[in-house]
């Protein structure tokens, strides 16, 4: 009686089972359709971050080869921003603090502060640039603007030609009348203002440069590659979970419900 009880179970059995403890493999309707929506975004996402740090690091290649290059004077007409991206430059001019203004959220070591911009008369021309002179710390009391010395007499100015972004979020609009403190860095609000004629980039004052500049430990960027790498591998890591998950959900007990 033993002998045909065994031999019924084994007729019994799903195809592949051969022991008791064996777990016969059944894809689950549910967890294969999750794992067929959320498998590609997760390899997607992985890529994309992939994808932003070579992008960071041809960019960071490029700016290390460009401020190796020889500087450029900065040319005493209005030119392409794509000709100047990143370039090392030079002029010279006058400051002009009656349109200087504070850039706000600037942070430097944990610290909350203030990037000063100050246009500068070109000189031999009618146009202005604006210089981004560097980082200085939040007064204790925001109420009042920050005291800082701007030289009257002309200045030599070198730094790195930079394109502010034009997509930055801010919760309201900027009003159209002077303020100086700005949220972000508009040339065209600027330049609506001030009705000054502008060159379209901004002078981040080299570090070495004596004209007059603060705190000036400018990001690189390729900062985030690591950190755009560190995001990949999660990424490509949460999607091995998901499958190993759909086939843990896959290989159900024998006798067990689908």
């Not at 991206?85 to 959220?105: C, K, M, W």
């Not at 004596?210 to 990424?235: I, S, T």
Request: proline share 9%; glycine share 8%; aromatic share 10%.
């Amino acid at each position: 009686m033993t002998t045909l009880l065994a031999k019924d179970e084994q007729y019994h059995r799903p195809t592949g089972c051969k022991i008791a403890a064996a777990r016969c493999f059944h894809p689950r309707l549910v967890p294969t359709l999750l794992l067929l929506l959320a498998l590609p975004c997760l390899i997607g996402l992985g890529f994309w971050q992939l994808d932003r740090a070579n992008g960071r690091e041809a960019a960071g290649q490029l700016l290390e080869a460009r401020a190796a290059a020889p500087a450029i004077a900065l040319p005493a007409e209005v030119v392409s921003t794509e000709s100047l991206r990143d370039r090392h430059v030079i002029t010279s001019g006058r400051y002009e603090p009656a349109y200087q203004f504070f850039l706000d959220n600037r942070v430097w070591h944990g610290q909350a502060g203030y990037d000063v911009i100050t246009p500068l008369h070109v000189a031999g021309s009618r146009l202005r640039v604006l210089v981004n002179r560097g980082w200085i710390p939040v007064p204790a009391d925001r109420r009042q603007l920050p005291n800082v010395a701007t030289p009257e007499e002309p200045v030599e100015v070198d730094g790195t030609a930079v394109i502010p972004p034009t997509g930055t979020f801010s919760l309201a609009q900027p009003a159209e009348r002077w303020e100086s403190i700005w949220q972000k860095l508009d040339l065209g609000r600027f330049q609506r203002l001030a009705d000054m004629p502008l060159q379209p980039v901004v002078i981040q004052l080299s570090p070495q440069s004596p004209a007059a500049g603060f705190v000036r430990e400018w990001p690189r960027v390729d900062a985030g590659v690591a950190r755009n790498l560190g995001y990949a591998v999660q990424w490509f890591g949460f999607a091995v979970v998901a499958v190993v998950l759909w086939l843990w959900s896959a290989f159900k007990p024998e006798g067990g419900k689908s």
